[in-house]
């Protein structure tokens, strides 16, 4: 079970990066593409708010497997610890920072219930810390935000570029052994 969570937790968070960080760098044409009318302060709500994603699909892994398993009372701590957290930070952030603080707010409760659920889920099952993998996915994130930072210097037909970039990150992935095709291939005629 600990090699499938793995595979599904490392594939679903280097999509949710890739996602993540394109439409954060990205956010101004594709608001401009969405709405017409000062599209500036929508960007810089989305900028933030897409990291949510993030959270929210390690959620999905983690957290379903403390429910499957039971830890009903875990995740409701969990979810105690992250409505303090949210109400207080909103209190302070909301006034100053408006819908930017709220989505600054938003991201950062996301990826604490994230946090706080992998932790659980490590606890609960008794898995040894993986270093090497750690390493990697943080090398990934690096490297996705250095190149989609690298690719906004670029001056061409953003979609284009934004496309390319993302393929790029991909893979890297590959290329660093995050993703192996034959394990995933196994993975999902298994099921």
Do not use: D
């Not at 600990?2 to 490392?10: C, D, G, R, S």
């Not at 750690?134 to 670029?154: E, G, K």
Request: hydrophobic fraction near 60%.
């Amino acid at each position: 079970m600990e090699t499938l969570v793995k595979t599904v937790f490392t594939t679903i968070f280097i999509v949710s990066v890739l996602i993540s960080v394109s439409f954060s760098f990205y956010s101004q044409p594709i608001m401009q593409l969405l709405y017409h009318e000062s599209p500036e302060y929508s960007a810089r709500i989305l900028q933030w708010l897409i990291f949510c994603f993030i959270g929210s699909c390690t959620v999905y892994i983690f957290g379903t497997l403390l429910t499957a398993n039971g830890n009903l009372y875990q995740l409701s701590f969990v979810s105690l610890i992250a409505v303090a957290v949210n109400f207080f930070m909103n209190l302070y952030f909301i006034p100053r920072f408006k819908a930017v603080g709220a989505a600054e707010v938003a991201v950062t409760t996301q990826i604490l219930i994230a946090l706080l659920n992998f932790i659980a889920a490590v606890k609960i099952f008794k898995w040894k810390p993986n270093i090497k993998l750690l390493l990697r996915l943080i090398l990934f994130t690096l490297f996705t935000v250095f190149l989609f930072w690298i690719s906004r210097q670029i001056h061409f037909t953003w979609f284009i570029v934004w496309f390319i970039t993302g393929i790029i990150g991909l893979v890297f992935a590959f290329s660093i052994g995050l993703l192996r095709v034959n394990y995933l291939m196994s993975v999902i005629s298994s099921e």
